[in-house]
């Protein structure tokens, strides 16, 4: 009987893979804690003062930096070039000249560098309505059903030390762009506009 005992602990198997299965389950897990994507990247989108959808927001990470750029804009064709802006910017992550690159699907906000999970810092933004080069953060906040009845992204300017302005957005869909889109054909816009050439 002591010999069967023995043999049992030294090849009892069925112990040894629950320890291996409880040791992938945990690894696997602390890999995606590790490899989870940024709270802050995806689709946002931004309203107007009555409440009507403006524009929609891709944030996306690449190599260690947040960027964000227009997907859609009610008001705003496609093609049309951000002709207010200068021809260049420092570390802008697009070659070319800025100012004959097109308002849609142009990283206008770029560089920003992750603080912390959900929070980024030490960005720059350009406005597009007069090539002004702005410092820029962005900050996610999780609905609490209190402050913030949805997942909100806070995104602060900051001119010089005295001029800031915050912008809020909330996340948007592939159908909020279609949306905007659909608006953009019931509009006219002027023959001559300035279109993107880069």
């Not at 010089?160 to 915050?166: A, I, P, Q, S, T």
């Amino acid at each position: 009987m002591l010999l069967f005992e023995i043999a049992y602990k030294l090849f009892n198997w069925e112990e040894k893979m629950k320890k291996v299965l409880i040791f992938f389950i945990l690894l696997f897990f602390s890999v995606g804690l590790v490899f989870a994507e940024d709270p802050v990247v995806g689709l946002w989108k931004s309203l107007d003062k009555k409440g009507n959808i403006f524009n929609v927001w891709h944030f996306y990470e690449k190599d260690g930096k947040l960027f964000g750029e227009l997907l859609a804009v009610v008001g705003c064709p496609d093609d049309l070039a951000a002709n207010k802006c200068k021809e260049s910017y420092e570390d802008f992550p697009k070659k070319g000249k800025v100012n004959k690159m097109a308002c849609i699907g142009t990283p206008f906000i770029f560089n920003l560098e992750r603080q912390s999970a959900g929070n980024w810092i030490n960005g720059k933004s350009i406005d597009l309505g007069n090539g002004k080069l702005h410092d820029c953060k962005a900050s996610f906040y999780k609905a609490d059903g209190k402050k913030y009845k949805e997942d909100t992204l806070k995104l602060h300017f900051q001119l010089l030390w005295v001029f800031g302005k915050n912008v809020y957005m909330t996340h948007a869909s592939e159908s909020d762009i279609r949306t905007i889109k659909e608006i953009n054909k019931t509009k006219e816009f002027p023959a001559d506009y300035p279109r993107a050439t880069e």
